[in-house]
């Protein structure tokens, strides 16, 4: 049997890297994609194929599928759309322009990939579609607006491609994370950084006492039930392998939780629990 091959984003650290490594050894030919350059300039010297996509350059995403196609002869057995970010803050303080940034990487780069992925899936008559959303994604918390509003669309843009493809071979799956240990906290402060005007908010005395100090904390210290890349990667090769893969597969207590609350609690309820009272 020919060796699998499979299109990674976000590969620079946490999830995607791990599941680029462990899909390796596992006998893959992985792509392992970057925003940067000098990421994949790291990743050659571990031995895996890398070069550059990055979702909010339109011109990297093709460049990186004619690599793809030429590495391959035109095929590609999976693709895992992983990489995204957040912008922590209150709606109300997100500028628009930040919100059209966010769901350029998150949202729209992941739909102009998938689109470049399909006809060589269809063509072939099978692959997979594997999605990284988020807990966010089925249950909305403060100050994380941003993030979750991306997230969802990740979910019904999956959710529609499922049926949508379900007489081709293609099967569309969604990994649902809870807290994973990566940068992501990191990454998230310089977004923050970046766009929130927290110091000139109405809610200034919430950011000062609570967000701000978590996002400068230096300890960064674990959230409950947080548990490292690798879970992940983990229930990615169930979702890779399995002959008929679920549509989505939890990851940590939190998207368990949150699955059952979604489902059985009313909305008030829901409100409470996760804004604290």
């Known amino acids: 049997m020919s060796q699998k091959s499979i299109l990674i984003t976000g590969c620079s650290s946490g999830i995607g890297y791990d599941a680029a490594h462990s899909l390796a050894k596992r006998g893959w030919r992985v792509f392992a994609t970057c925003r940067a350059e000098a990421d994949c300039e790291r990743l050659r010297s571990e031995g895996l194929e890398s070069f550059r996509l990055d979702y909010a350059d339109n011109d ?78 089925m249950v909305s918390m403060p100050w994380r607006g941003a993030y979750n509003a991306t997230k969802y669309a990740v979910e019904a843009m999956s959710d529609t491609l499922r049926m949508e493809l379900r007489r081709t071979g293609i099967k569309v799956v969604l990994i649902e994370p809870g807290p994973i240990t990566t940068a992501f906290r990191a990454n998230a402060k310089l977004q923050f950084d970046r766009w929130i005007d927290w110091e000139n908010a109405a809610l200034e005395p919430l950011y000062r006492n609570n967000l701000v100090k978590r996002l400068n904390d230096a300890t960064q210290k674990k959230d409950r039930f947080e548990l490292p890349p690798s879970a992940v990667t983990a229930k990615l090769i169930q979702a890779l392998e399995s002959v008929n893969p679920r549509p989505r597969y939890f990851v940590t207590v939190n998207t368990y939780l949150a699955n059952f609350m979604r489902r059985l609690l009313p909305t008030r309820l829901i409100d409470m629990i996760l804004a604290g009272g």
């Not at 990297?60 to 690599?67: C, F, K, P, R």
């Not at 940034?101 to 998150?106: P, R």
């Open 60 to 137: 990297s995403i093709h460049a990186a599928m004619t690599e793809v196609v030429a590495r391959t002869g035109g095929g590609l057995d999976a693709l895992y759309n992983n990489g995204a970010y957040a912008i922590p803050g209150a709606m109300e303080d997100v500028p628009t322009d930040a919100m059209r940034a966010i769901f350029e990487a998150n949202v729209f780069g992941w739909h102009e990939l998938t689109n470049l992925v399909i006809p060589l899936m269809r063509a072939q008559g099978h692959g997979r579609i594997v999605n990284c959303s988020s807990v966010l994604g």
